[in-house]
Structure formats: structure tokens, C-alpha cells
């Protein structure tokens, strides 16, 4: 009997285990790879510029851009389909004014680890969500939208908006702030509606 007791402990040990490993496993590589534009630069390296600034913004808009487009083209639940059009409006909005103002500026966005990561990391979301279907689609999405929208915000407080040197990027950044947070409490309430509870005030 003792025995019988020990495996079972054993086994029931070695699910939970393995739960804990599944759900770290979940943890998307937009996620893990968005960190690099919420941490401060370290000590021996410079701040991002404003060529760098801005081709951070571009990825990051276009990045969901891109997103909302498949969820245009996956979703049948109306509120993600018109959630997803909002997306994709306000974002090539907000590209279109950061290029019209570093063309105006003579500005020429620079390419650099954080921006090729967010491409990069974008991609990968899209192709591991892409795959499903359905309510799956429909959460993934949502899931990621959050992610997302919480990861730009940090960004834009700690890391861009501070870096910024020329005043009219840095205006832009503080004046398009607002329309991410709504975005953001907007996805939370998407998720909430889809787990049956209530979304986080803020």
C-alpha cells in the first residue's frame, strides 16, 4: 500500500512537472524577443537614436498591422473582426505620420537589433497562430494583442519618448500614446469577454 502511495505521488510530481514545462513552452518568441525594446541599454552602449527611434516605430506598427490583417482574413467573431480593423487603420495611420515627419525631417530610419527583432518576432507570431482556427485563432490573437500593446507602451515610456532628441518625434510619440493605451484596455476586454470576466480597470 505504501508503495502504491509513493508511485502515485511520483506520477502526480512528474505531471505537474511537466504542466509547469508545457506552459513555459507557450511562451511566445514575440514575447521573449520584445524584451529587448522594454530594457535599458546597458551602461557601455549608447541610447537609441532618432534614425533608430524610428525604424523601431515603423516595425512595431507594421508588425501589428500585419496581425490584424490575418486576423481580418482568419476570424469570424465580429467583435475580433472589427477589433482587428481598427488595428490595422490606426496603425498604418500612425507609420504614415511617423514617415511623413522623418522625410519632412530628412531623417532616414535606421535599422538595428531591436526593430530586425520585432520583425523578426512578429513573423514567427504570425506563423504560430496562423495555423489555427476558430475560437484558438480568436484567443492567440487577442493574447498577443495584449502583449503587445502592454510591451509598446513600456517601450514608449521607458525607452523611446525619454531618447528622443528632435521635439516633433518626440511629440508624435507622446501624442500616439493614448490611442495604444485604449487599444490595450480594448484587447483586455476582448479577452475578458472570451474567458467570462471582467477586464482590469484602469
Given at each position: 500500500m505504501k508503495t502504491m502511495k509513493i508511485r502515485?505521488?511520483?506520477?502526480?510530481?512528474?505531471?505537474?512537472?511537466?504542466?509547469?514545462?508545457?506552459?513555459?513552452?507557450?511562451?511566445?518568441?514575440?514575447?521573449?524577443?520584445?524584451?529587448?525594446?522594454?530594457m535599458s541599454e546597458?551602461?557601455?552602449?549608447?541610447?537609441?537614436?532618432?534614425?533608430?527611434?524610428?525604424?523601431?516605430?515603423?516595425?512595431a506598427n507594421t508588425v501589428d498591422i500585419k496581425a490584424g490583417e490575418l486576423a481580418q482574413s482568419k476570424t469570424t467573431n465580429p467583435k475580433i473582426k472589427q477589433f482587428a480593423d481598427t488595428m490595422v487603420r490606426?496603425?498604418?495611420?500612425?507609420?504614415?505620420?511617423?514617415?511623413?515627419?522623418?522625410?519632412?525631417?530628412?531623417?532616414t530610419p535606421e535599422e538595428n537589433e531591436t526593430s530586425r527583432s520585432l520583425t523578426s518576432s512578429g513573423e514567427q507570431t504570425r506563423e504560430r497562430i496562423g495555423g489555427l482556427s476558430g475560437k484558438e485563432f480568436d484567443t492567440a490573437y487577442i493574447d498577443n494583442e495584449v502583449t503587445y500593446h502592454a510591451t509598446?507602451?513600456?517601450?514608449?515610456?521607458?525607452?523611446?519618448?525619454?531618447?528622443?532628441?528632435?521635439?516633433?518625434?518626440?511629440?508624435?510619440l507622446i501624442k500616439v500614446r493614448p490611442s495604444f493605451v485604449t487599444h490595450l484596455q480594448h484587447a483586455e476586454q476582448l479577452k475578458a469577454s472570451m474567458i467570462g470576466?471582467?477586464?482590469p480597470k484602469k
Open positions: 502515485l505521488i511520483s506520477i502526480v510530481s512528474t505531471l505537474a512537472i511537466a504542466a509547469v514545462s508545457i506552459a513555459a513552452a507557450t511562451f511566445t518568441t514575440y514575447e521573449a524577443a520584445a524584451t529587448n525594446i522594454v546597458p551602461a557601455t552602449t549608447s541610447p537609441v537614436t532618432d534614425p533608430q527611434i524610428a525604424a523601431i516605430v515603423v516595425a490606426d496603425h498604418t495611420a500612425v507609420n504614415k505620420a511617423a514617415v511623413d515627419l522623418v522625410t519632412k525631417l530628412g531623417v509598446v507602451i513600456k517601450a514608449l515610456d521607458d525607452t523611446l519618448i525619454p531618447n528622443a532628441k528632435n521635439a516633433e518625434l518626440k511629440a508624435l470576466k471582467k477586464s
